[in-house]
């Protein structure tokens, strides 16, 4: 399918800048040209924009698909066959693309369900966005999330683990660093290194040798200083960054997923689980001051929801933007961290308006510059370069 979009305003390449007056060229799904309106060709379809704004694609780093979003969403998948939670996790996917979510990173599934529905979405038999999946999570015995874990003890186990997840088709390898707030009922704290730096190190180096990067569940400081230190390529939610572990990361080219809306969730909604309300409450005003301090060090930081966790939706990528905003109100360097900083974190070419890069693509009807609530005022979504999701009858004449 080749065709021009004409006639918007577009946040064009790395620093979003406001180009107008300018065309975009559509082929085989990929960005092909950005031209002037003075040299459209004449001889290929066009969609006329009608004046509203082209922004790329969003990017959730951190999903969950077959999580339900609800107060307690391990309780349902334990009420759950393995057939019904493969059911939810494709139903899930639906809802990111209708909210121009158009790339997301799936950090931890059951069975592999998500890695299933990855390859399912790319060879066409369903509809969702680019799903970047690990399947199972690499966890100490006992450690972190065991109802999707893949438990691995000392250095032989963790290469064993890393190699089996990619046999089984992860393109991203998720290790628990530490404990969580919200998995399990007993026998778990945040502040708990769980696997080691020798472990975690064979598996960022396994990873790294097939060209996979490594994503580490780190919240208290000595599990996130591990996994520094043993090349991991993703801090998930940091908690506990301080002034000696951001250096370290600037360092090492270490980006960092704060998942800053979660963890509001879990502390403040009704009906969560006791035992996790407790340990939101303790460290999300440390979560909001550390993201505060270190927003504009010299790393990349990346939007992830968390979504399908506690009371977080499959468009929570939205709240999380809203909440970074009210710790950093400064929309475009907040808009980039779920467009430009996530398209560099995955290294793939999503994310940025610019010729070679895929043609995901919103069209909204207000410039999300001056107010990030405008993302959800979505006229059309364009994927691969389809138009897949259309609010107004202007785009139907020329499909």
């Not at 951190?62 to 393995?82: A, C, F, K, L, Q």
């Not at 939670?85 to 799936?106: E, F, H, K, P």
């Not at 360092?251 to 969730?265: D, G, S």
């Not at 977080?312 to 709240?319: E, F, R």
Request: hydrophobic share 40%; glycine share 10%; net charge negative.
């Amino acid at each position: 399918m080749e065709f021009i979009i004409t006639n918007v305003k577009m946040l064009y390449g790395e620093e979003l800048k406001m180009l107008e007056d300018h065309a975009l060229l559509i082929k085989d799904g990929t960005i092909g040209q950005i031209m002037p309106n003075s040299e459209i060709p004449t001889d290929i379809p066009k969609i006329d924009g009608k004046g509203n704004y082209l922004i790329p694609g969003l990017i959730d780093l951190h999903v969950h698909i077959m999580w339900d979003g609800s107060i307690n969403p391990v309780r349902t998948t334990e009420t759950e066959g393995y057939e019904q939670m493969l059911i939810r996790a494709v139903s899930n996917c639906q809802q990111y693309i209708q909210n121009g979510i158009t790339t997301v990173r799936d950090i931890g599934s059951i069975d592999d369900i998500a890695i299933h529905v990855a390859k399912a979405i790319k060879r066409g038999l369903i509809q969702g966005p680019n799903l970047i999946a690990s399947g199972k999570t690499l966890t100490m015995t006992g450690g972190h999330d065991p109802f999707w874990a893949r438990f691995v003890d000392g250095k032989e186990e963790a290469l064993k683990g890393v190699r089996e997840q990619i046999f089984k088709g992860a393109e991203v390898i998720k290790v628990s660093a530490t404990g969580g707030v919200y998995g399990r009922t007993d026998g778990e704290e945040v502040g708990n290194a769980e696997l080691s730096m020798e472990e975690q190190q064979v598996i960022c180096h396994e990873a790294h040798k097939f060209g996979l990067k490594v994503a580490s569940h780190a919240i208290g400081r000595e599990g996130i200083y591990n996994s520094i230190l043993a090349g991991v390529d993703t801090i998930e939610h940091g908690h506990y960054l301080d002034d000696e572990l951001i250096h370290l990361m600037e360092e090492r080219n270490v980006a960092w997923i704060p998942t800053l809306f979660v963890y509001k969730q879990i502390a403040t909604a009704e009906g969560i689980p006791e035992y996790a309300r407790a340990k939101a409450i303790e460290i999300v005003n440390i979560h909001a001051n550390a993201f505060r301090s270190y927003f504009n060090r010299n790393i990349l930081i990346g939007a992830g929801s968390d979504a399908g966790s506690p009371c977080t939706s499959h468009k929570a990528l939205l709240n999380e933007l809203y909440t970074m905003y009210e710790l950093v109100p400064d929309t475009k360097q907040i808009l980039k961290t779920a467009t430009i900083n996530a398209g560099k974190i995955l290294d793939r070419k999503v994310g940025q308006i610019q010729e070679g890069y895929k043609a995901d693509l919103i069209i909204l009807k207000n410039n999300p510059l001056i107010d990030l609530k405008y993302l959800e005022d979505i006229i059309s979504v364009v994927y691969k370069g389809n138009i897949l999701h259309i609010e107004s009858e202007q785009f139907v004449a020329a499909l």
